[in-house]
């Protein structure tokens, strides 16, 4: 009887060996992807001028990409979210919160810039085929600042390319653009 399962053993030894080294070779390729992936990535950030947040990515377009006290996109403006409409159109998992901040300025009117701002870059995206429910749009009020040098950092829109692993937070129903 131990003549039968030494045998046994040494092809049941030499099996789970065999098995292991599979394993091992998808694990390096899967490593191999994933720097891949991530080098990919860390160029997409540079060209997108992103950095990296807790929910995905962040693209700042601020008030020098848009047009003086208006929510066209300047000529700059539109090259950035030309760049975002590419990205998303490459990573159909990605869902986008657009975000228009006001200025220091004057409340209400600064308010609806926002807000409209936001809202331009949202439809922007809209008419590139970028598909609605990957895109929500909303004005924040941000207090007035007594200091009118804050002004120009205030006024500008945060476009956040969710992480489609990180749940984003819940948006007011109400807000514009939803």
């Avoid at 807000?115 to 995206?125: E, F, G, I, K, M």
């Avoid at 941000?142 to 749940?167: C, G, K, M, N, W």
């Amino acid at each position: 009887m131990l003549a039968v399962c030494g045998p046994v053993s040494v092809a049941d030894s030499q099996a789970d060996a065999n098995e292991q080294r599979q394993k091992l070779e998808h694990l390096r390729d899967v490593n191999a992807q994933a720097l891949a992936n991530a080098t990919e990535l860390r160029r997409e950030m540079n060209e997108l001028q992103a950095e990296a947040i807790d929910r995905g990515l962040l693209l700042t377009l601020d008030d020098t990409l848009f047009t003086t006290n208006a929510v066209g996109l300047s000529i700059p403006g539109h090259r950035r979210v030309e760049a975002l409409v590419e990205f998303l159109e490459q990573h159909p998992e990605r869902h986008v919160a657009v975000d228009g901040y006001a200025g220091a300025g004057n409340y209400p009117y600064d308010r609806a810039l926002s807000t409209r701002r936001a809202d331009a870059v949202r439809t922007y995206l809209l008419t590139r085929g970028i598909a609605p429910n990957r895109l929500t749009a909303r004005g924040n009020a941000d207090s007035p600042q007594d200091d009118d040098d804050f002004a120009p950092r205030q006024r500008r829109v945060e476009v956040i390319i969710e992480d489609p692993l990180t749940p984003a937070p819940q948006l007011d129903a109400t807000a514009p653009g939803t």
